[in-house]
């Protein structure tokens, strides 16, 4: 059973930058897919970026150009910095593995990115 703590959520001001923290504990494999999703208030869960453990990188198209994932395969440890936040990125930030390509998905509690002046 692989589980995932998260970490580095917050408050900030629009324009301003945070850093995401997730480590996966309760496997020794080389995590396929690593990645982080966000629940908006009053919306549906959705992916902002993940990456793969060849380094392959998928980021939705509102994170393009100011979020960037990088991992850490020897901690089992997933980032996303935030930067130029805005108020539509609030959310609650959940970090997501897959282990293998044809496993589930494991799921951590959610860390809470709020945006405001």
């Known amino acids: 059973q692989v589980q995932l703590v998260e970490s580095g959520g917050g408050s900030v001001q629009p324009g301003g930058s945070l850093r995401l923290s997730c480590a996966a504990s309760?496997?020794?494999?080389?995590?396929?897919?690593m990645g982080w999703y966000r629940q908006a208030p009053g919306k549906e869960r959705e992916v902002v970026a993940t990456m793969t453990n060849s380094g392959r990188t998928n980021y939705a198209d509102s994170a393009k150009g100011r979020f960037t994932i990088s991992r850490d395969s020897g901690k089992n440890t997933v980032y996303l910095q935030l930067n130029s936040l805005k108020p539509e990125d609030t959310g609650v930030y959940f970090c997501?593995?897959?282990?293998?390509?044809?496993?589930?998905?494991?799921w951590g509690d959610g860390t809470l990115v709020t945006v405001s002046s």
């Open positions: 309760g496997t020794r494999a080389n995590i396929y897919v």
């Open positions: 997501t593995v897959r282990v293998t390509a044809f496993a589930n998905n494991y």
